[in-house]
C-alpha cells in the first residue's frame, strides 16, 4: 500500500504585523512634521511687531511651541516667544499652553487600549 501523500497546497503568508509601537512613533513624527509646517507658515501672522500678546494668545504659543522643533531642525528661525506681551498674564498663559500640549501629546504617546480583560484576571 502506498501512503498517502501530505497536502502540497501552499498557504499564503499573512503580512507581518506592525507592532504598535511602531505606529504610534510614525504617528507622531507625521503628526510632528505636519504641525512644524503649519507653525512656520503663520508663525510671521502670530508674532508681529505691532500685536501685543496677552493671556490667550500666551496659551496658543505655549501650545504650539513644541511644534516649532521641526521647523528648527529644517533649518528656519521661527520666533516661540512674543517678546512684546503683557507679562505675567501671557507668560502664565504660555505655561500652561505648553503644559496641556505636553500632556495631549505624550498621553497619546503612552495611551493604551483597554484590553477586554478585567484587571487582575489571568490569561
Given at each position: 500500500m502506498a501512503a498517502a501523500a501530505?497536502?502540497?497546497?501552499?498557504?499564503?503568508?499573512?503580512?507581518?504585523?506592525?507592532?504598535?509601537g511602531v505606529v504610534k512613533i510614525?504617528?507622531?513624527v507625521v503628526l510632528s512634521l505636519l504641525l512644524?509646517?503649519?507653525y512656520n507658515r503663520e508663525a510671521s501672522r502670530?508674532?508681529?511687531?505691532?500685536?501685543?500678546?496677552g493671556f490667550g494668545l500666551g496659551m496658543l504659543h505655549g501650545a504650539l511651541m513644541?511644534?516649532?522643533l521641526p521647523t528648527?531642525?529644517?533649518?528656519k528661525?521661527?520666533?516661540?516667544?512674543?517678546?512684546?506681551?503683557?507679562?505675567?498674564?501671557?507668560n502664565i498663559g504660555f505655561i500652561l499652553g505648553l503644559n496641556l500640549c505636553g500632556?495631549?501629546?505624550?498621553?497619546?504617546?503612552f495611551w493604551q487600549p483597554k484590553s477586554g480583560r478585567r484587571p487582575g484576571e489571568m490569561e
Open positions: 501530505p497536502d502540497q497546497t501552499a498557504t499564503p503568508a499573512s503580512p507581518p504585523k506592525v507592532k504598535p510614525v504617528g507622531l512644524g509646517f503649519g502670530s508674532y508681529g511687531p505691532e500685536r501685543v500678546a513644541p511644534a516649532a528648527l531642525m529644517m533649518g528661525d521661527v520666533p516661540i516667544y512674543a517678546r512684546n506681551n503683557v507679562g505675567r498674564g501671557y500632556t495631549v501629546f505624550f498621553g497619546f504617546a
